[in-house]
């Protein structure tokens, strides 16, 4: 067996085991069993079982970061389809997360060392991103001046609520009708002042 091969029967083990058991009650010897190999083996890929938890969960948070580039690629070229449909494709990754159970929940939301060390990864690419999904309209002249590493990490704090533990609370329907009109909201905010949408006047 090769080391890219073993590397990835281990992590399939443990995370048959966490979806059962969660990573607090699975040990290192458990994946190993599980995996065929001996303890030691696992220790040539992993240093830790917090490693392992490490990996798994930034698998995970991959999976919402490729949904929001798919969401850019296929919404068309407008900025205020391609934003909403980033969003929205970020709210309903999450979402779906749930549908794996609890244990599979943790992965993205618990206090362990390798989740918080994913999460943070996963942040900093999601700013990334975000920064030049805004970049790329300023460059357009699809959106009003601003500061696109600051408005990148806003965008983060405004869809904070939408993001574990607070999107599992939702129903799938709800959640995504929440994204929906935020991301509406974000879209007025940033466009240019001759192209928002006129206010509704209250009667």
């Known amino acids: 067996m090769g080391s890219a091969e073993r590397r990835r029967d281990i992590l399939d083990a443990a995370a048959r085991l966490f979806h059962h ?5 699975t040990t290192i010897a458990d994946i190993a069993r599980e995996a065929g190999v001996a303890v030691g083996t696992v220790y040539l890929d992993f240093a830790s079982k917090e490693d392992i938890v ?6 995970k948070y991959v999976r919402v970061l490729e949904a929001m580039r798919h969401a850019a690629r296929r919404s068309g070229h407008s900025f205020t389809a391609r934003l909403t449909a980033v969003l929205v494709a970020r709210t309903s990754t999450f979402v779906l997360l749930q549908s794996e159970g609890a244990h599979a929940r943790e992965l993205v939301h618990c206090k362990a060392d390798g989740v918080r060390l994913a999460h943070a990864g996963f942040l900093d690419d999601e700013r990334g991103f975000l920064r030049q999904l805004l970049e790329d309209a300023l460059e357009a002249g699809e959106i009003a001046p601003l500061d696109a590493r600051r408005t990148a990490g806003l965008l983060q704090r405004a869809y904070a609520t939408l993001s574990p533990p607070w999107v599992f609370e ?3 329907h709800e959640a995504e009708s929440i994204a929906v009109a935020m991301a509406e909201l974000v879209v007025q905010g940033l466009l240019p002042r001759g192209r928002r949408a006129p206010k509704k006047r209250s009667r």
């Open 21 to 25: 058991y969660g990573h607090a009650k």
């Open 54 to 59: 490490e990996e798994l969960s930034s698998n």
């Open 170 to 172: 939702l129903e799938p």
